[in-house]
């Protein structure tokens, strides 16, 4: 599977582990905003070339996997979840509801990363 990591920005460390554990498994990943971990500072001057950078991995992905249950964020990762559901993806959330979309009956839902985990099949390697 093809997997895009949407998070608030704040947790851009959780999202890079959670992609390097599905690489471990792997699984291939499209999103790329969670990769540069040494830079944690969001800067609006990139909006515009991260936003079409963003849309492309969540066109590229099989799978998109939301962390929820914080407030220190301002859309980006319910736009991508929204995208996702528009282009039929297959879709994970970590955490609780927060809005309406989050009940969509094609969404699986995870209280935990280890339950998420668990609920994967096994990768093919070769």
Known sequence: ??????ASYPRKLEAWTIARMLSQRGHKISSVWHLDVQNLVDNPDQ???DCIRDLYGVQDCTHLVQLTGDTMSRGGRHTELGIALALGKKISLIGPNEQVFHRHASIT???TVQEFFDSLPVAKLF
Do not use: R
């Open 47 to 49: 909006w515009g070339s």
């Open 109 to 111: 839902h995870h209280a």
């Open 1 to 6: 599977m093809k997997f895009y990591i949407a």
